[in-house]
C-alpha cells in the first residue's frame, strides 16, 4: 500500500450479530486493503468467558481490529493484552452503542459524556499494548448539538495518547430510540466531523454513518482521512470488488462473482468437514448476486430450510441452475 494511504481509508463497521468472523473472511475475498472490525465484545465476556470463542480469527482476515465495549481502564487494559496476544492488527474502544442493554453496562455511547474517563481508558490501553488504539464515538449525546461537546471529547481523549477517531457522524438518543432508529433518525451531520479534521488536522479522523455508495466515499475522502463504511457494504458486498482499485490505487484484480463464490464456498466446506452448519455462515453472502438476473432465486435455495442437510457444493449446484435458469426462462 502507498504510504501515503491511511491504515484507516476504508474499513467495514463493526456490527452485532453481523460481522463475525466468517462475515470477515467472505469480505476478504472481495477486498484486500479494507480494515475489518469485530463485532462489539464486552470486557466481561473476555475476561470472564470463553475467550477462544470470541476472539479467534482466520489468518486472512487481515488487517483486522478488535472492538472493545467496557468502561473500566483495568478490564480494557487486560483486554488489549489478549487482543495483541491473539495478533489483531488494533484495538477499538466503543462511544458510540446506543443500546439499552450498551448503557446498563455504562459503556457505549454514554461515554462521551465522560471524556475523562474515556481518556483514562485509553491511556490503560496504550500502556498494556503497542497496537494502535483507537476511538470510535457519535457527535454527540441526546439532543447535545453542540460542536464544542465533540470537540472537547475529542480534545481530552486525544490528550491521553489517541491519534485515530472514528465518528459516526450523528448525534446518539440514549431514551427512546431503538439501536436501529438510532441509525436513520438522528440527522446526519457531516459538516461536524470536517470540521473536527480542520480543527485537529494532526488526528486521523474517519467518518461513519450513511455512507450508501461508492461516490459518496470518494467526496468523504475529500475530507477526512478514512470512510468506514457499514450496512451498505454488508448488504451490497459486490460493490467491495473494486474497493481496492478505486481507493488504494491497486491494479485491477479480475475478480468475478462465480470465483467469489467458489472460494467462498470452499470456506463452507471446510466448515462442513469439521461438523459446523455451513448456514451459519452462508448468510453473509446472500447479497453477492444482488442486482443481477436470477439474484432472487438464488438467494432462495441458499435460504431454503429444507436444503441445510446437504454438502455446500450440491446446494451451489442447485443455486446455480435456478439463478441460470431464471435467466434463461
Known amino acids: 500500500m502507498p504510504a501515503d494511504f491511511s491504515p484507516w481509508r476504508l474499513s467495514v463497521a463493526p456490527m452485532m450479530d453481523w460481522t463475525d468472523r466468517h ?12 480494515l475489518l472490525y469485530t463485532e462489539m465484545v464486552t470486557t466481561g465476556a473476555l475476561i470472564h468467558g470463553d475467550q ?14 478488535l472492538q472493545l465495549g467496557g468502561s473500566e481502564p483495568a478490564d480494557l ?42 481518556a483514562d481508558c485509553v491511556k490503560a490501553m496504550r500502556d498494556a499494548t503497542a497496537l494502535p488504539v483507537t476511538v470510535k464515538h457519535r457527535i454527540g449525546i441526546d439532543r447535545i448539538e453542540s460542536y464544542d461537546f465533540v470537540r472537547d471529547f475529542v480534545a481530552t481523549v486525544a490528550e491521553a ?22 441509525r436513520e433518525i438522528p440527522p446526519l451531520r457531516y459538516e461536524i466531523v470536517h470540521r473536527l479534521k480542520r480543527e485537529f488536522p494532526q488526528l486521523t479522523i474517519a467518518i461513519n454513518g450513511g455512507i450508501k455508495d461508492e461516490a459518496t466515499i470518494a467526496e468523504q475522502l475529500a475530507h477526512v482521512d ?25 491494479a485491477p484484480n479480475g475478480l468475478t462473482r462465480e470465483a467469489v463464490e467458489d472460494a467462498w464456498i470452499a470456506h463452507l466446506e471446510a466448515l462442513w468437514a469439521r461438523g459446523t452448519p455451513w448456514a451459519v455462515a452462508m448468510r453473509h453472502a446472500l447479497g453477492l448476486w444482488n442486482g443481477t438476473p436470477g439474484a432472487r432465486r438464488w438467494r432462495q435455495v441458499w435460504s431454503d430450510h429444507k436444503l441445510k442437510g446437504l454438502p455446500p457444493r450440491q446446494v451451489q449446484a442447485l443455486a446455480t441452475s435456478a439463478r441460470l435458469g431464471s435467466v434463461t426462462a
Not at 23 to 34: D, E, K, Q, S
Not at 226 to 250: C, N
Open 23 to 34: 462475515c470477515r473472511v467472505f469480505h476478504r475475498l472481495l477486498t484486500r486493503r479494507t
Open 52 to 65: 477462544p470463542r470470541h476472539l479467534d480469527f482466520d489468518a486472512v482476515e487481515h488487517p483486522v481490529a
Open 77 to 118: 487494559a487486560a483486554c488489549a493484552r489478549l487482543a495483541e496476544r491473539w495478533g489483531y492488527d488494533e484495538v477499538n474502544l466503543n462511544c458510540g452503542c446506543p443500546s439499552p442493554r450498551v448503557q446498563r453496562g455504562a459503556f457505549g455511547a454514554c461515554l462521551m459524556g465522560e471524556a475523562a474517563l474515556v
Open 161 to 182: 495518547g489517541c491519534s485515530v477517531f472514528i465518528v459516526h457522524a450523528r448525534n446518539a438518543w440514549l431514551d427512546g430510540l431503538s439501536p436501529k432508529d438510532n
Open 226 to 250: 478514512g470512510v468506514m463504511v457499514g450496512r451498505h457494504a454488508y448488504h451490497e458486498p459486490w460493490s467491495m470488488a473494486d474497493w481496492d482499485e478505486r481507493f488504494f490505487g491497486e
